[in-house]
């Protein structure tokens, strides 16, 4: 049974609006959507499509996926994946999609995960120190607090929380554990606050180290561009692109994903080649779209949330495929473990 914490969907009508292009898929069209949540946004496309159209969802979170079970059971052009959105790919092969016409990503997590104080992803409410979106596999955020090495910590905390104190809360994560198992996130965030000097007008100071391990713990910027690369193989001819990011470490690898794909031309500029030698442009960006005073007002979760839209040209990829547009910077921290996905049999069998 899936929990009854609530997410209300970010910048819901201008992805839709991107996404559901009139005649797209001609009545037998598949769309995907890469991160279900609580369906806000997977609704919202539903009631667009048509009766022979397909909506194929992924999310790492069981809850999510629970939530996403209960829902295509009442309407059959729905089917989740539990899996990473970076096996999208190879997911939608084992259904038997080579091309999809829409693709969206709603980057980050939801506010059921951070509602929810026994997830371990707030500061705001004490609970075990989990931090995991897949809570079926990989290592807790308790687990990696408990093993890394101050310089390790220092790393993520630097990279992903993009926090100037990174060396001094390492330090204090180390001498904290020395005295006592650091297991909640009450505890880290005290451990953060008696360590940082100074915080941001109106931020708890453990913010940017909880966004950090956040990422850490599940691999989010080294899922993205794999994803991005996996989309643009992908979308068929006229097919959209919408991604959602919450934070700049995230806007800017697909801003730069986009760019590098829409201006392919650009490393090559200054070589002797002819017009039809030069790499053409396999995405044109659409835009960029930024909640209202409204939305944010009235959510305030939307506040940081950039929508950026980006449509496939007709032009094929090049051999090496789409990774070799992806200019993303490289995730510095690796990783045990990789994510295995269920696909659903029957839905499989749909597309046969
Ligand atoms: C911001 S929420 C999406 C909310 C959704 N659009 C809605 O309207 O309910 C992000 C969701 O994506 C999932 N998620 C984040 N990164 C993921 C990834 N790499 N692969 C699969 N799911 C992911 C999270 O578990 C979370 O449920």
């Known amino acids: 049974m899936a929990t009854t914490f609530q997410h209300r969907p970010v910048l819901l009508a201008p992805t839709i609006d991107a996404l559901a292009v009139p005649a797209a898929g001609g009545g037998r069209g598949v769309w995907v959507d890469a991160t279900f949540g609580r369906g806000g946004h997977a609704r919202a496309l539903l009631a667009r499509l048509g009766a022979g159209d397909r909506l194929v969802a992924f999310d790492k979170d069981p809850q999510a996926v629970a939530a996403a079970t209960e829902l295509a059971a009442a309407d059959p052009r729905l089917a989740i994946v539990h899996a990473g959105f970076g096996s999208m790919r190879d997911a939608l092969a084992e259904l038997g999609i080579g091309q999809v016409n829409g693709i969206m990503m709603d980057l980050g997590i939801s506010s059921p995960q951070i509602d929810d104080a026994a997830r371990g992803f707030s500061f705001m409410r004490d609970g075990p120190l989990d931090m995991r979106m897949d809570t ?32 001094q809360i390492a330090k204090a994560i180390a001498a904290g554990r020395e005295k006592r198992p650091l297991e909640t996130t009450g505890q880290l965030a ?32 080294e899922e993205l561009p794999h994803a991005l690369a996996a989309a643009l193989e992908l979308l068929a001819p006229g097919g959209r692109l919408a991604v959602i990011s919450f934070h700049s470490l995230e806007d800017r690898i697909v801003k730069q994903f986009i760019a590098a794909a829409a201006r392919p031309g650009a490393e090559t500029a200054r070589l002797p080649l002819r017009e039809s030698e030069r790499p053409q442009p396999v995405l044109t960006a659409v835009g960029r779209v930024l909640p209202s005073e409204d939305e944010v007002a009235g959510n305030p979760r939307a506040r940081s949330a950039v929508l950026r839209v980006a449509e496939r040209t007709g032009v094929p990829l090049p051999a090496a495929g789409g ?24 839905f499989a069998a749909a597309f046969a």
């Open 136 to 167: 079926t596999r990989g290592e807790t955020a308790a687990q990696w607090l408990a093993r890394a090495s101050i310089d390790e910590m220092r790393e993520v905390i630097a990279r992903y929380g993009e926090e100037r104190f990174a060396f």
């Open 190 to 221: 005290e451990l953060v606050a008696g360590a940082v000097r100074t915080r941001e007008k109106g931020q708890h100071p453990a913010t940017r180290t909880f966004q950090a391990v956040r990422i850490h713990v599940n691999q989010e910027l």
């Open 323 to 346: 990774l070799a547009f992806v200019k993303g910077e490289a995730p510095a921290v690796a990783r045990r473990g990789a994510a295995r996905r269920r696909v659903p049999r029957s």
